[in-house]
T-cell receptor, first 114, second 112 residues
Framework: KAGVTQTPRYLIKTRGQQVTLSCSPI?????VSWYQQTPGQGLQFLFE???????NKGNFPGRFSGRQFSNSRSEMNVSTLELGDSALYLCASGTSGGNLGTQYFGPGTRLLVL | AQTVTQSQPEMSVQEAETVTLSCTYDTSENNYYLFWYKQPPSRQMILVIRQEAYKQQNATENRFSVNFQKAAKSFSLKISDSQLGDTAMYFCAFMKGSKLTFGKGITLSVRP
Protein backbone atom coordinates (compact mmCIF):
# COMPACT_ATOMS: atom_id res chain seq x y z
CA LYS A 1 0.00 0.00 0.00
CA ALA A 2 1.19 3.49 -0.74
CA GLY A 3 1.85 5.63 2.30
CA VAL A 4 0.44 9.01 3.22
CA THR A 5 1.31 11.63 0.64
CA GLN A 6 1.45 15.36 1.12
CA THR A 7 1.72 18.13 -1.44
CA PRO A 8 3.50 20.37 -1.89
CA ARG A 9 6.60 19.34 0.02
CA TYR A 10 7.98 22.87 0.28
CA LEU A 11 6.29 26.22 0.12
CA ILE A 12 7.39 29.82 0.49
CA LYS A 13 4.79 32.51 1.11
CA THR A 14 4.74 36.08 2.32
CA ARG A 15 2.86 37.51 5.27
CA GLY A 16 -0.82 38.10 4.63
CA GLN A 17 -1.12 35.47 1.92
CA GLN A 18 -3.08 32.27 2.28
CA VAL A 19 -1.98 28.71 1.65
CA THR A 20 -3.61 25.34 1.03
CA LEU A 21 -1.89 22.07 1.85
CA SER A 22 -3.08 18.69 0.67
CA CYS A 23 -2.96 15.23 2.19
CA SER A 24 -3.89 11.88 0.68
CA PRO A 25 -4.28 9.15 3.29
CA ILE A 26 -3.38 5.50 3.03
CA UNK A 27 -5.98 3.66 0.98
CA UNK A 28 -8.85 2.58 3.23
CA UNK A 29 -8.05 5.05 5.98
CA UNK A 30 -10.91 7.40 6.79
CA UNK A 31 -9.32 9.49 9.55
CA VAL A 32 -6.95 12.32 8.71
CA SER A 33 -5.23 14.46 11.33
CA TRP A 34 -3.02 17.51 10.96
CA TYR A 35 -0.13 18.57 13.20
CA GLN A 36 2.15 21.59 13.25
CA GLN A 37 5.79 21.10 14.20
CA THR A 38 8.01 24.02 15.20
CA PRO A 39 11.30 24.12 17.12
CA GLY A 40 9.74 26.19 19.88
CA GLN A 41 6.34 24.56 20.38
CA GLY A 42 7.11 21.03 19.22
CA LEU A 43 4.32 18.97 17.73
CA GLN A 44 0.85 20.36 18.17
CA PHE A 45 -2.48 18.91 17.08
CA LEU A 46 -4.48 21.06 14.68
CA PHE A 47 -7.58 19.02 13.85
CA GLU A 48 -8.90 15.64 12.79
CA UNK A 49 -11.40 14.72 10.12
CA UNK A 50 -13.34 11.51 9.80
CA UNK A 51 -15.84 10.82 7.05
CA UNK A 52 -15.80 14.47 5.95
CA UNK A 53 -16.59 15.75 9.47
CA UNK A 54 -14.25 17.57 11.80
CA UNK A 55 -14.23 15.38 14.87
CA ASN A 56 -11.59 17.05 17.03
CA LYS A 57 -9.88 20.41 17.05
CA GLY A 58 -6.75 21.74 18.71
CA ASN A 59 -6.11 25.16 20.13
CA PHE A 60 -5.33 27.15 17.00
CA PRO A 61 -6.90 30.39 15.72
CA GLY A 62 -9.68 30.37 13.16
CA ARG A 63 -7.16 31.23 10.42
CA PHE A 64 -6.42 27.51 10.39
CA SER A 65 -9.15 25.48 8.75
CA GLY A 66 -9.52 22.19 6.98
CA ARG A 67 -11.84 19.93 5.13
CA GLN A 68 -12.09 16.36 4.00
CA PHE A 69 -13.47 15.06 0.74
CA SER A 70 -15.52 11.95 0.07
CA ASN A 71 -12.38 10.07 -1.02
CA SER A 72 -10.83 10.87 2.41
CA ARG A 73 -8.30 13.29 0.97
CA SER A 74 -7.92 16.33 3.17
CA GLU A 75 -6.86 19.91 2.73
CA MET A 76 -5.67 22.39 5.30
CA ASN A 77 -5.91 26.12 4.72
CA VAL A 78 -4.15 28.92 6.54
CA SER A 79 -5.34 32.43 5.80
CA THR A 80 -3.57 35.73 6.51
CA LEU A 81 -0.23 34.07 7.07
CA GLU A 82 2.00 35.24 9.89
CA LEU A 83 5.74 34.73 10.34
CA GLY A 84 4.99 32.35 13.22
CA ASP A 85 3.14 30.02 10.88
CA SER A 86 6.47 28.89 9.45
CA ALA A 87 6.57 25.22 10.37
CA LEU A 88 6.52 21.64 9.21
CA TYR A 89 2.91 20.57 8.73
CA LEU A 90 2.37 16.86 9.16
CA CYS A 91 -0.63 14.89 8.10
CA ALA A 92 -1.46 11.50 9.57
CA SER A 93 -4.03 8.92 8.57
CA GLY A 94 -5.67 6.15 10.53
CA THR A 95 -8.28 3.48 10.00
CA SER A 96 -10.97 4.81 12.26
CA GLY A 97 -9.46 7.22 14.73
CA GLY A 98 -10.34 6.92 18.37
CA ASN A 99 -8.72 4.20 20.36
CA LEU A 100 -8.63 1.83 17.43
CA GLY A 101 -6.44 3.81 15.12
CA THR A 102 -2.71 4.06 14.98
CA GLN A 103 -1.76 7.15 13.02
CA TYR A 104 0.69 6.94 10.14
CA PHE A 105 2.42 10.10 9.05
CA GLY A 106 3.20 11.64 5.69
CA PRO A 107 6.52 13.30 4.83
CA GLY A 108 5.20 16.75 5.73
CA THR A 109 4.97 20.13 4.02
CA ARG A 110 7.59 22.65 5.05
CA LEU A 111 6.10 26.15 4.99
CA LEU A 112 8.25 29.24 5.18
CA VAL A 113 6.54 32.60 5.66
CA LEU A 114 8.61 35.65 4.77
CA ALA B 1 -5.54 17.56 29.62
CA GLN B 2 -2.82 15.06 28.96
CA THR B 3 0.87 15.91 29.17
CA VAL B 4 3.87 13.92 28.00
CA THR B 5 7.33 14.55 29.43
CA GLN B 6 10.63 13.53 27.94
CA SER B 7 13.18 14.97 30.31
CA GLN B 8 16.35 13.94 28.45
CA PRO B 9 16.95 16.26 25.48
CA GLU B 10 19.64 14.10 23.96
CA MET B 11 21.49 10.83 24.36
CA SER B 12 24.37 9.06 22.69
CA VAL B 13 25.08 5.34 22.41
CA GLN B 14 27.78 3.19 20.89
CA GLU B 15 26.79 1.04 17.94
CA ALA B 16 25.63 -2.47 19.01
CA GLU B 17 24.92 -1.36 22.57
CA THR B 18 21.58 -0.92 24.32
CA VAL B 19 19.96 2.39 25.19
CA THR B 20 16.78 3.31 27.07
CA LEU B 21 14.77 6.45 26.39
CA SER B 22 12.50 7.70 29.16
CA CYS B 23 8.98 9.05 29.00
CA THR B 24 6.37 9.90 31.60
CA TYR B 25 2.83 11.08 31.05
CA ASP B 26 -0.04 12.43 33.04
CA THR B 27 -3.66 11.52 32.48
CA SER B 28 -6.82 10.71 34.35
CA GLU B 29 -7.94 8.36 31.58
CA ASN B 30 -7.93 4.60 31.99
CA ASN B 31 -8.01 3.48 28.38
CA TYR B 32 -5.55 5.00 25.94
CA TYR B 33 -2.66 4.21 23.61
CA LEU B 34 1.01 5.09 23.89
CA PHE B 35 3.45 5.32 21.01
CA TRP B 36 7.06 5.90 20.21
CA TYR B 37 7.73 7.61 16.90
CA LYS B 38 11.08 8.15 15.26
CA GLN B 39 11.92 11.21 13.14
CA PRO B 40 15.20 10.92 11.24
CA PRO B 41 16.82 13.93 9.52
CA SER B 42 14.48 13.38 6.56
CA ARG B 43 11.69 14.56 8.94
CA GLN B 44 9.45 11.60 8.08
CA MET B 45 7.69 10.52 11.28
CA ILE B 46 7.93 6.74 11.56
CA LEU B 47 5.99 4.55 13.99
CA VAL B 48 8.36 2.52 16.17
CA ILE B 49 6.07 0.78 18.62
CA ARG B 50 2.60 0.97 20.15
CA GLN B 51 1.23 -0.04 23.55
CA GLU B 52 -2.41 -0.41 24.55
CA ALA B 53 -2.97 0.74 28.13
CA TYR B 54 -5.25 -2.17 28.91
CA LYS B 55 -2.52 -4.70 28.10
CA GLN B 56 -0.13 -5.56 30.89
CA GLN B 57 2.32 -7.22 28.52
CA ASN B 58 5.02 -4.91 27.24
CA ALA B 59 5.08 -4.44 23.46
CA THR B 60 8.09 -5.54 21.43
CA GLU B 61 9.06 -4.98 17.79
CA ASN B 62 12.32 -6.68 16.85
CA ARG B 63 15.09 -4.66 18.56
CA PHE B 64 12.62 -2.26 20.15
CA SER B 65 10.74 -2.93 23.38
CA VAL B 66 8.95 -0.87 25.96
CA ASN B 67 8.71 -0.90 29.73
CA PHE B 68 5.14 0.21 30.44
CA GLN B 69 4.35 0.99 34.06
CA LYS B 70 0.74 2.13 34.11
CA ALA B 71 0.53 3.02 37.79
CA ALA B 72 3.72 5.07 37.57
CA LYS B 73 2.62 6.53 34.20
CA SER B 74 5.95 5.63 32.72
CA PHE B 75 6.64 4.40 29.19
CA SER B 76 10.31 3.89 28.31
CA LEU B 77 11.73 2.61 25.04
CA LYS B 78 14.65 0.18 24.96
CA ILE B 79 16.66 -0.13 21.77
CA SER B 80 18.89 -3.20 21.65
CA ASP B 81 21.85 -3.70 19.32
CA SER B 82 21.79 -0.02 18.32
CA GLN B 83 22.46 0.68 14.65
CA LEU B 84 23.67 3.81 12.88
CA GLY B 85 20.25 4.06 11.24
CA ASP B 86 18.67 4.49 14.66
CA THR B 87 20.11 8.01 14.81
CA ALA B 88 17.03 10.23 14.95
CA MET B 89 14.74 12.24 17.16
CA TYR B 90 12.39 10.01 19.18
CA PHE B 91 8.99 11.18 20.33
CA CYS B 92 6.82 9.61 22.97
CA ALA B 93 3.11 10.17 22.33
CA PHE B 94 -0.18 9.61 24.15
CA MET B 95 -3.42 9.01 22.29
CA LYS B 96 -6.94 9.31 23.58
CA GLY B 97 -9.69 9.67 21.07
CA SER B 98 -8.21 10.85 17.81
CA LYS B 99 -5.62 13.22 19.20
CA LEU B 100 -1.93 12.52 19.72
CA THR B 101 -0.14 14.48 22.42
CA PHE B 102 3.63 14.45 21.95
CA GLY B 103 6.57 14.95 24.24
CA LYS B 104 9.33 17.38 23.29
CA GLY B 105 11.42 14.56 21.87
CA ILE B 106 14.91 13.24 22.49
CA THR B 107 17.77 13.33 20.00
CA LEU B 108 19.53 9.97 19.88
CA SER B 109 22.95 9.70 18.27
CA VAL B 110 24.47 6.29 17.55
CA ARG B 111 28.28 6.40 17.41
CA PRO B 112 30.19 4.04 15.09
Amino acid sequence: KAGVTQTPRYLIKTRGQQVTLSCSPISGHRSVSWYQQTPGQGLQFLFEYFSETQRNKGNFPGRFSGRQFSNSRSEMNVSTLELGDSALYLCASGTSGGNLGTQYFGPGTRLLVL
Amino acid sequence: AQTVTQSQPEMSVQEAETVTLSCTYDTSENNYYLFWYKQPPSRQMILVIRQEAYKQQNATENRFSVNFQKAAKSFSLKISDSQLGDTAMYFCAFMKGSKLTFGKGITLSVRP
